[in-house]
């Protein structure tokens, strides 16, 4: 084995190690501001795993995209969002936590089996000269639909985090001689900002 794979295969179990450990990170931990840095360290590895398979441009557009659009939008929600409700514990947690890990589980079961029986030898198959081209051209073509579905899905996830981070203004009603104020309705998670009338 010369130097130039012992590299690659110390970069790959490095990268593989990282991608478990933030991944474990993202569904264990408690804190979500946390676990969606956590969801960034997951691309990222993934991005330098796609480096290691000469995929140049799947990589790029995997920082991009997901760590640059998709989890900072993630970040933008939770930030966001006001909500000051305190965390209590969940009766029955546990058999949630145990039937999570059953099927997590089995998930990584059917992927280890998948993964033993593929033939990964590709010696017969000729580089592609442009995977920017080819990439293209599938999109475009064969999976125009899933294309055109995620972009519709990350549309949805935008307006989603618009909605839950915009605070709405109560007007506060002035006081009646002889009939009593009734405060207006707050959430727990999204307490409103009340507004004189003379103010408006």
Same mark, same amino acid.
């Given at each position: 084995?010369?130097?130039?794979?012992?590299?690659?295969?110390?970069?790959?179990?490095?990268?593989?190690?990282?991608?478990?450990?933030?991944?474990?990170?993202?569904?264990?931990?408690?804190?979500?501001?946390?676990?969606?840095?956590?969801?960034?360290?997951?691309?990222?590895?993934?991005?330098?795993?796609?480096?290691?398979?000469?995929?140049?441009?799947?990589?790029?557009?995997?920082?991009?995209?997901?760590?640059?659009?998709?989890?900072?939008?993630?970040?933008?929600?939770?930030?966001?969002?006001?909500? =000051?409700?305190?965390?209590?514990?969940?009766?029955? =947690?546990?058999? =949630? %936590?145990?039937?999570?890990?059953?099927?997590?589980?089995?998930?990584?079961?059917?992927?280890?089996?998948?993964?033993?029986?593929?033939?990964?030898?590709?010696?017969?198959?000729?580089?592609?000269?442009?995977?920017?081209?080819?990439?293209? %051209?599938?999109?475009?073509?064969?999976?125009?639909?899933?294309?055109?579905?995620?972009?519709?899905?990350?549309?949805?996830?935008?307006?989603?985090?618009?909605?839950?981070?915009?605070?709405?203004?109560?007007?506060?009603?002035?006081?009646?001689?002889?009939?009593?104020?009734?405060?207006?309705?707050?959430?727990?998670?999204?307490?409103?900002?009340?507004?004189?009338?003379?103010?408006?």
């Amino acid at each position: 084995m010369d130097l130039a794979t012992l590299t690659q295969t110390i970069t790959f179990f490095a990268l593989a190690a990282a991608v478990i450990i933030a991944a474990l990170g993202v569904v264990l931990l408690d804190n979500v501001v946390y676990s969606a840095f956590l969801l960034g360290g997951v691309f990222l590895s993934i991005a330098g795993l796609y480096i290691l398979m000469n995929a140049d441009f799947v990589s790029a557009a995997q920082i991009l995209i997901y760590v640059g659009a998709v989890n900072v939008l993630i970040l933008f929600a939770i930030m966001l969002v006001n909500k =000051r409700e305190t965390y209590t514990p969940v009766p029955g =947690r546990w058999l =949630r %936590q145990g039937g999570a890990a059953v099927v997590s589980l089995g998930v990584f079961a059917l992927l280890t089996k998948m993964i033993l029986q593929t033939p990964w030898q590709l010696s017969s198959v000729p580089p592609t000269p442009d995977s920017i081209t080819t990439i293209g %051209q599938h999109f475009f073509s064969d999976f125009l639909l899933p294309f055109e579905l995620a972009s519709v899905l990350l549309l949805m996830a935008l307006i989603g985090a618009v909605v839950l981070a915009r605070r709405e203004l109560v007007l506060e009603p002035e006081p009646i001689l002889g009939e009593e104020v009734v405060p207006p309705l707050e959430l727990p998670e999204r307490p409103r900002e009340p507004v004189a009338l003379s103010e408006k």
